[in-house]
Structures are given as C-alpha cells and as structure tokens.
C-alpha cells in the first residue's frame, strides 16, 4: 500500500472525517486545534472528548456513530502518543469505514506509539497536521512572519531581528509578542517599536552587546554589559548572544548565492544572512577564528569552569571588541 503524502501545516489546518495534529509544539498544536474545532462548530455537532491512554474498547465507535442530538459529531482524542491496545485496534478499524458526518481529531505529541496508526492514516489520505517543534530560529521567524503576513501586517527587517532577539528563543513568548504588537501598533513594525515592548529582556540585552561588540565599539559594549550585569542579568545568555552571532558571522563568510539560498542550506532567515554578511566585511578571518575560540573558553568559564564569570564576560566582550578593530 503506497503511503501518500498528507502532512500538512497548521495554517492549513481543517476538518475531515478523521485529521491528526502531530508534534508537540504546544503553540502550533493550539493554533491547529482551534481552526479545527472552530470550522467544525459552524455544523453545530455534537462534542465528545477523551483520552486515549484511558481508553476503553467501543468508546470510539460509539461516540461517532449517528444519535437523536446531532447528526454532526465532533470527537477529540487527546494522548494518542499514550493509547492503550484497545483504543489502537478500534482507531485501526474506525478507518475502514469513518462516520462522514463526524470529524473525528487525533492529537499525537510524538514517539513510536500509534505508529502502525499514523502509517495507515497516511496510506488512507487523511490529513496529518505538523506540529513539531520549531528546532531552529529560521523557522521561529518563518512563523513570526505568516502570523504577520496573515494579519496583513509589515514588519521591516530591523524589527525582525530585534523581535527575534528579544524572544525568539521561545516560540509561545514570540507568539504572544505577536499578537501583542498586531494589537497596538499601526503602520510598519520597526526595531524602535520593539525595543519599547521588549527592549529590557535579558536576551535583548545581550544581542546589544553582541551588536556593539562585533562592531569594535568596545566602550558602548561594556557599558551595556555592565549595566545588564548590574540589574540581574547572568553572564551565560550575555556570552551565548555574542557566540551566537560570532557563529552566524562564520557561517555566511566565502559563500556566494542569494540570502534566500543560504537561508536553507545554513538554516538562518534571510534578514539574519544578510544582517551577518554585512557584519563580516569588516572582520579578519584570522581575527574572525580567535573570537570563536575565545567564545569558547569564554563558555566553560562563566559555566563553572572559572573562578569570576563576571570577570569571563566582560574579557571576552573587550576581546571581541579588539579583535573587530584588527585588520
């Protein structure tokens, strides 16, 4: 039996006779559920929900079977990754013959149980929403992106790297950002408007410095450094930001092609290709390969490898500053 390709994303996610969500992004699998649930809900049906991993043999059969309240039947099965024997063999059956009038939806948060059901759900073409986890920030922002795109909103590219250094390290922080800038900002998004909702964050905080560092502006860095420093922040997300960039500046050096194409092959967002193209022209490469290494040793002192990680930071950002200025 050929197994079709139905993985579909969560923007497009829409009801069937039998849909799963797949993954465990909490946010993508929220977001899918609701268009879901809420296009079903213009039929009226009748709503029943429960877990797999409790699940008792009939229960799916009898859910989804036609009663006097509805001939509509939305049934929600939560824990799919988590199913007892019974409710796998009665899923397997319940695809051979699926209720037309019921939108019966699966939630799989991952791993090799149910496995045998997605692989015949696949080969049935019934669609499979990805959820995943968004590993990387090119796909963070590549979703920051479509939430603006689909609400008919712009954000430049200076206002995406600055919303992504604030909080594009966690995708439910950046959604909320989101939705939080679609709602009371107007006109085009830029990095002024965003510095005021998140200019304060920790992880801000330490992209300046980073910005400051790598342009040889050693006096503007360390006084961002020390006054991150001295309202709490902790020196191992201020060095990670300045490796983070080192490493990004690393990457783009010698390749040729447009910042679409390098996008894929070194998985970075375009603006973030072409914002460390930019920074790179003024490096050495010699001097380019000492800051990794003191990105490096910098690293393992502020994680307990040395005695001052104050000490460890502030080194490491003055000698990312010098190195800047060596030609």
């Given at each position: 039996?050929?197994?079709?390709?139905?993985?579909?994303?969560?923007?497009?996610?829409?009801?069937?006779?039998?849909?799963?969500?797949?993954?465990?992004?909490?946010?993508?699998?929220?977001?899918?559920?609701?268009?879901?649930?809420?296009?079903?809900?213009?039929?009226?049906?009748?709503?029943?929900?429960?877990?797999?991993?409790?699940?008792?043999?009939?229960?799916?059969?009898?859910?989804?079977?036609?009663?006097?309240?509805?001939?509509?039947?939305?049934?929600?099965?939560?824990?799919?990754?988590?199913?007892?024997?019974?409710?796998?063999?009665?899923?397997?059956?319940?695809?051979?013959?699926?209720?037309?009038?019921?939108?019966?939806?699966?939630?799989?948060?991952g791993g090799n149980r149910g496995a045998k059901l997605v692989k015949k759900l696949d080969a049935a073409g019934f669609p499979r929403v990805d959820a995943a986890v968004l590993k990387n920030e090119s796909?963070?922002?590549?979703?920051?992106?479509?939430?603006?795109?689909?609400?008919?909103?712009?954000?430049?590219?200076?206002?995406?790297?600055?919303?992504?250094?604030?909080?594009?390290?966690?995708?439910?922080?950046?959604?909320?950002?989101?939705?939080?800038?679609?709602?009371?900002?107007?006109?085009?998004?830029?990095?002024?408007?965003?510095?005021?909702?998140?200019?304060?964050?920790?992880?801000?905080?330490?992209?300046?410095?980073?910005?400051?560092?790598?342009?040889?502006?050693?006096?503007?860095?360390?006084?961002?450094?020390?006054?991150?420093?001295?309202?709490?922040?902790?020196?191992?997300?201020?060095?990670?930001?300045?490796?983070?960039?080192?490493?990004?500046?690393?990457?783009?050096q010698g390749f040729s092609g447009t910042s679409g194409e390098l996008a894929s092959e070194l998985k970075m967002a375009p603006w973030q290709v072409d914002r460390a193209r930019r920074e790179v022209r003024?490096?050495?490469?010699?001097?380019?390969?000492?800051?990794?290494?003191?990105?490096?040793?910098?690293?393992?002192?502020?994680?307990?490898?040395?005695?001052?990680?104050?000490?460890?930071?502030?080194?490491?950002?003055?000698?990312?500053?010098?190195?800047?200025?060596?030609?």
């Open positions: 039996m050929a197994v079709k390709k139905t993985l579909v994303p969560w923007s497009s996610a829409k009801p069937a006779p039998v849909v799963m969500i797949s993954g465990s992004e909490s946010v993508l699998v929220r977001m899918a559920k609701d268009r879901i649930v809420s296009a079903t809900r213009k039929k009226d049906p009748e709503e029943i929900e429960f877990d797999a991993a409790g699940y008792q043999a009939g229960e799916l059969a009898m859910a989804a079977s036609p009663s006097l309240f509805s001939s509509a039947k939305l049934i929600i099965v939560d824990a799919v990754e988590k199913c007892s024997e019974d409710f796998l063999n009665d899923a397997l059956a319940y695809l051979d013959e699926p209720n037309d009038d019921a939108v019966v939806l699966l939630l799989h948060g796909d963070r922002a590549k979703f920051a992106q479509s939430r603006f795109k689909a609400a008919k909103r712009r954000i430049d590219e200076a206002g995406m790297a600055a919303l992504m250094s604030a909080l594009g390290s966690d995708l439910a922080e950046l959604n909320a950002g989101v939705d939080q800038l679609i709602e009371d900002t107007e006109g085009t998004i830029t990095a002024e408007i965003v510095d005021q909702y998140y200019g304060g964050r920790v992880e801000a905080t330490g992209f300046k410095v980073a910005d400051a560092a790598v342009s040889g502006d050693a006096k503007n860095a360390l006084s961002l450094l020390r006054h991150a420093l001295s309202t709490g922040s902790d020196p191992v997300p201020l060095v990670a930001a300045v490796a983070m960039k080192l490493r990004g500046m690393a990457k783009v003024r490096w050495n490469e010699v001097a380019l390969g000492q800051s990794l290494i003191a990105a490096a040793e910098a690293d393992e002192a502020v994680k307990g490898g040395g005695r001052d990680p104050v000490y460890a930071v502030e080194w490491f950002v003055s000698e990312v500053s010098r190195l800047a200025r060596v030609r």
